[in-house]
């Protein structure tokens, strides 16, 4: 009987197949940044960091607004090249400093 079951085809099992991930595998593990070991704490903190998405939040929170502006004053703007809203801003911001905030 053991001479027929040593002739039937063995079920393939692929040798890169991971162990499945059990938690006890898990709890074994160490937390590491750049190398350097870390609570599980500062490891998860800094996991939820890396997988966040969208663009951080800046310190200096801007409104997005609809405004009209004489054709001529964007096209001036326009002409100094990228980033022109920002020096559209930062030119703002200096009037304000010379004028009242009525």
Known sequence: MNAKLQNMAQPWVDPDDAPELTDEFLEK?????????????????????AVRCGRPKAENRKLALTVRYDADVVAAFK???????T??????????KTHSHA
């Open 29 to 49: 593990g160490v937390w590491k940044i750049g190398g350097r070991a870390v609570s599980r704490e500062e490891g998860q903190a800094a996991m939820r960091e």
């Open 79 to 85: 002409a100094t090249g990228a980033g022109w809203q």
């Open 87 to 96: 020096r559209m801003n930062d030119a703002l911001r200096e009037w304000l």
